[in-house]
């Protein structure tokens, strides 16, 4: 399956670039064709060394920025092979049409993958969302949330941009801040330096974070515990509550929904443990990684669910991909008479240094009680 894959990847590149007509010099056809048949053989082999228990860097930047190239040259050449047999119906473009659409094809995939990568690296714009919550106390009216998801400190060094992640947030003036989870691709030891400035972050009331998927390919308790190190609260099925102005609002949190297959004792996506103990007079906030869990935090009338784990595809159109697995892509949703989801688009981004029509953010939420002009 892997293989078929990989090979259908490359098929569309090697056809419309290559092959279709556009009647290269021989030597031009010929290193094409072994470039694609270089990465058709060695990627399997740079993921297992990256990604698997040896976790190379180096083996893993290679394999994760050769796939995002791979595949804006697969969208973009499925598109300019279909203007290529558009334009031949027509009898549009001549001897020379197959060789121009190539070349367009060519430089469409370089500009979006320029584009994409400075994308990926900078430091994400902020989002601002008024979310009404109804249940929520007069007192705790304007609180500040900022979500951070996503961050998957990896195999590229980024402890430059975390700081200055941090300092953002820092400048925002929080309440409430939530990492959603994904935090990294590695252990704790591995990614200790791209993870600490998240000990620099401040917050009035509290600092949340609960495990993402990918926590469970890299010692998720070890995260749970350094982050606790870092001054956060890791709601590992577990609530806090914060106050303000005589108001108390929940913080709740449960493990990624793949924790109960990771093996690690005690880790489970468990939202009734979540709760236990909580007043159930007051508004619910529930931190889950992914946004698949929002029925069953609609079930339980939970106020408002956040999430990450989408990217918001991360890079279009694979944005279509993730929709057959998840409700929502990114932004705010309703499920229910009571629940809103805030899906996050994510903070950083995982394998492919990449991001194509799909933006990363540092999302500010300010919770309004009382209804909105949606629901009045």
């Known amino acids: ?26 030597p031009v056809f010929v290193a094409g064709t072994a470039v694609l048949a270089a990465w058709l053989v060695s990627f399997p082999w740079l993921m297992v ?9 180096r083996a893993a930047r290679i394999a994760d920025t050769s796939l995002g190239v791979v595949w804006v040259l697969f969208t973009w050449s499925v598109a300019g092979g279909l203007v290529n047999l558009v334009l031949s119906g027509f009898g549009v473009g001549g001897a020379d049409r197959a060789r121009t659409v190539a070349v367009a094809v060519a430089v469409v995939s370089a500009g979006l993958l320029g584009w994409g990568h400075h994308e990926a690296m900078r430091v994400p714009r902020v989002k601002r969302l008024d979310v009404h919550v109804p249940r929520l106390g007069g007192g705790l009216d304007g609180t500040r949330v900022v979500v951070l998801a996503d961050t998957h400190y990896g195999p590229i060094d980024r402890a430059r941009w975390s700081a200055r992640v941090a300092e953002a947030v820092n400048a925002l003036d929080a309440d409430v801040v939530v990492h959603a989870g994904d935090i990294a691709d590695g252990t704790p030891t591995q990614r200790r330096e791209q993870s600490a400035p998240l000990g620099t972050i401040r917050s009035r009331l509290a600092k949340v974070y609960v495990t993402g998927n990918h926590e469970y390919g890299g010692e998720a308790q070890g995260w749970l515990d350094r982050m606790a190190d870092l001054g956060w609260e890791p709601l590992h099925n577990r609530h806090v509550v914060v106050q303000r102005g005589g108001d108390a609002l929940v913080l709740a949190g449960v493990d990624d929904v793949t924790a109960e297959h990771s093996g690690l004792a005690g880790h489970r996506a468990n939202l009734a443990d979540a709760l236990a103990g909580a007043d159930p007079a007051d508004p619910v906030l529930l931190v889950a990684h992914q946004p698949k869990y929002v029925p069953r935090a609609a079930a339980a009338g939970i106020d408002l669910q956040i999430s990450g784990h989408t990217h918001g595809g991360q890079i279009w159109p694979f944005n279509f991909l993730v929709r057959i697995d998840q409700p929502v892509v990114h932004g705010l949703s309703r499920h229910g008479e009571r629940t809103q989801l805030y899906t996050s688009r994510g903070t950083g981004f995982w394998g492919p240094p990449f991001r194509v029509f799909a933006p990363s953010e540092i999302t500010l939420l300010t919770l309004r009680s009382g209804t909105g002009p949606a629901d009045a």
């Open 1 to 26: 399956m892997i293989v078929l894959v990989l090979v259908v990847l490359c098929l569309p590149p090697w056809w419309t670039l290559l092959a279709s007509g556009a009647d290269w010099p021989l």
């Open 49 to 57: 060394a990256g990604h698997g228990p040896r976790r190379i860097d």
